[in-house]
Structures are given as structure tokens and as C-alpha cells.
């Protein structure tokens, strides 16, 4: 089963543009450490999808997952954050084997 994270890249958005407390419970949070990005598998308006391997330091498991990174900084940044935000809560709520899981955002 195919994995969905989220990437927000450093440079993205500002300490000003704060991550909903559910979104960022210590659970939810990945480091990019353990991630190995391989390929882009996709594009949007807000981004890019890629293709990635991630390492779970906790369970020692590996998995291929997707990660979806927002673009870097522009003048629709405040508006991509709530959108991101909208769609992981959203996503983290459903559970069905056609629709792929959020396991968390990645900082």
C-alpha cells in the first residue's frame, strides 16, 4: 500500500504561517533524514509529487512512499498552507483501501 507524506520545504513558509496542532502532534511529524527522495512522479499548481523511500527509526521498517512538496515561496504561500492544511485533515479522517493514507508531514 502506497503511503502519502507531506513535504513543506524550509523556505516555503514562514514561522508567521503556523501548522494546525493536529497536523503537527509529535506522532505525525517525519524527519527528511529518513527519507530517500528517488524520482518525481508528479506535478500540480501547489507542487510536486515524488516518489520516496522512507525509513521508520521506530519500527525499523522501510516503505515506499509518495511525498507531496509544496512550491517554494510565492504570493498564493499563505493560501497553498491553508489548502495543505485543509487536505491533510481531511485525508488523515478517511480510511478506505482505495484512498491513500497520510502518515505525516515531513520537516
Known amino acids: 500500500m502506497l503511503h502519502k507524506l507531506f513535504l513543506l ?3 516555503a513558509f514562514s514561522t508567521e504561517i503556523p501548522l494546525d496542532n ?3 502532534d509529535q506522532s505525525s511529524i517525519i524527519s527528511f533524514h529518513n527519507l530517500k527522495i528517488d524520482k518525481k512522479i ?3 499548481f501547489y507542487g510536486e509529487v515524488l516518489k ?3 525509513f521508520n527509526p ?3 521498517t522501510s516503505e515506499i512512499v509518495a511525498v507531496k512538496r509544496i512550491k517554494a515561496k510565492d504570493p498564493t504561500q499563505q ?9 491533510m485533515k481531511i485525508m488523515k479522517s478517511l480510511c478506505h483501501k482505495n ?3 497520510i502518515i505525516g508531514l515531513v520537516e
Open 58 to 60: 521506530v519500527l525499523l
Open 9 to 11: 520545504d524550509s523556505d
Open 42 to 44: 508528479g506535478e500540480g
Open 52 to 54: 520516496a523511500d522512507y
Open 79 to 87: 493560501l497553498r498552507v491553508n489548502e495543505l492544511h485543509a487536505e
Open 99 to 101: 484512498i491513500v493514507k
Open 22 to 24: 493536529q497536523l503537527k
